[in-house]
């Protein structure tokens, strides 16, 4: 009989260059995501599980630098890859008291699509 091994709950540390060769996959449901929202300049958006902050970075784009985006990342070796622009938390996702209570316009993810 195999004995239990130990589970080591990390969460998945993706290549940058693994989406190198979908780009357009990654892209589109990035875009997706983002043209199901209607944002507005002067918002606040909270990325969740933000990663690299990918999806951040295309919602300041195209709010051409006016909205402020938050980006929610615990994972050091994730969180370290978001652009200084962005502010970025790094508490754990289920409790994040660094965020205000409505202070957030749109909460958006990418993780998960």
Do not use: K, W
């Amino acid at each position: 009989m195999n004995s239990p091994r130990a589970v080591r709950h990390a969460p998945a540390i993706s290549d940058p260059a693994a989406t190198a060769a979908q780009p357009f996959a990654r892209r589109l449901e990035r875009d997706a995501l983002i043209d199901s929202v209607p944002l507005a300049a002067g918002m606040t958006v909270l990325d969740l599980q933000a990663a690299d902050g990918y999806l951040a970075d295309e919602v300041r784009r195209r709010l051409h630098g006016r909205a402020t985006c938050l980006c929610l990342e615990p994972t050091p070796e994730l969180h370290c890859r978001i652009d200084p622009a962005h502010r970025v938390c790094t508490e754990p996702l289920n409790a994040f008291p660094s965020i205000a209570d409505d202070s957030v316009d749109a909460a958006l993810g990418l993780a998960g699509l």
